[in-house]
């Protein structure tokens, strides 16, 4: 048996659609590498705030892409170019705040959703 990988903290982690059905000129292969610059230190292994990015070829919506989700907060965004995601890179990831024009749904929106334990103040 294999012992369990490591991994460093994070505090989120962003999906983002590479596939052609919701975006016909799969524009989120491109911003999936931008990504990467546009998160900075922010992606730095040992950061507590650190972002991991992931691709995936359907998020299973298919329509009004660029298509991404941020989690744990479970947030959905659409239409996405550059600058829009360069917005929730500095808002959300960073600041916390979620962009909320380019928000089409919410993991919140589900009375049954299971959320994180929220940090004791
Ligand atoms: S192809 Fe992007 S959500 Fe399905």
Redesign the pocket.
Known sequence: MHKPPEMSVYARHIFI???????EKAR?KKLYHKLKDMLGDLADYHSALRVKRGK????????G???AVVYPEGVWYYDLNEEKLARIVEEHLRGGKPVEEYIFHRLADNPHAVFPRQPES
């Open positions: 659609c590479v596939g052609d059905s919701c975006d989120g995936t070829p359907c998020l299973g919506v298919c329509s892409g660029v298509i």
